[in-house]
């Protein structure tokens, strides 16, 4: 056959090119649908309620449920957390639960126009974070503003640096404490400012202090985020510190909404970047509590083996 010289280059090129695709597919390919690394694929699914999850009289009896259903960790909520140190530790004490995250507390709100405000937020929220240091805390959790909390600053860059460097003075008060501070996105019908996982991680990266961490919430990612997966990605296990869990359509328990309870593309993505900390439960309920959490927690458990 006899080739010009422009057929010529248009064959050299694309059989560059068809080299350059067929090195270079399979590490995109695995990047991008590989399961997670064999060693992340043992890792454990530490679970965690929050303080009204668990049926029970007393703090006790919703600790023995717990136990029971091999439930590992314990989130408190942060008012009036100082005065609930010594309760806690006794209460913890001998037991292989744990405290996970503390859910907020504070009063005020950072992105206040009101200095007395702001203020009372930072002030609240150093209270929080020396009890959840004394309490081996992985973080407090904290809303920049709810759409209800007004006046709040503009949605702009000079309040996104305002809010770094806020978190930087909090970030830097929480490793002294040897705890963290933790960013929680919210759904759009609750907060105007932060609202995806990447949001929050990309402040965290810009504040770059070890102190200030971020989280990720199924409920509030039903809405707000594409894959959750992805979200996860994007935290990756240097800034995700703690992960919310409810229903997916009515916040539930988990497996009270059906099918739309499904939760394995972000456990993958969990598993993805080591994530060894804890999945809390923030939900309500519909059913009885002694029937419907451990259902919930056998589905999660069977859809973490999935994963």
Known sequence: MNLDRRTFLKASMGTAAMATFAAVAPACAGNASAPAKKENKDLELKLSFQE????????????DFMEKLGIVGFEPGGRGLGARVNELQQALKGRKIKISAICAGFSGFILSEKEETRKECIDTMKE????????????VIIVPAFNSQVPAKPHTQA???????????????AVEHHTTVIFEPLNRKEAFYLRQVADAASICRDINNPGVKCMGDFWHMTWEETNDMGAFLS??????????IASRKRRSMPGEDGEADNYVTGFKGL???????????ECGCQGDRKVVVPAAVELLRKQWKEA
């Open 52 to 63: 009204g999850i668990a049926p029970g009289e007393s703090l006790t009896e919703k600790l």
């Open 128 to 139: 929080i974070l020396a009890a959840a240091g004394e309490l081996g805390s992985v973080g």
């Open 159 to 173: 309040t996104r640096d305002f809010l770094c460097e806020q978190f930087n003075e909090l970030g830097n008060f």
């Open 235 to 244: 935290a990756g296990k240097e800034y995700l510190q703690h992960v919310h």
């Open 271 to 281: 598993k993805m970047i080591g994530y060894d900390k804890y999945v809390s439960f």
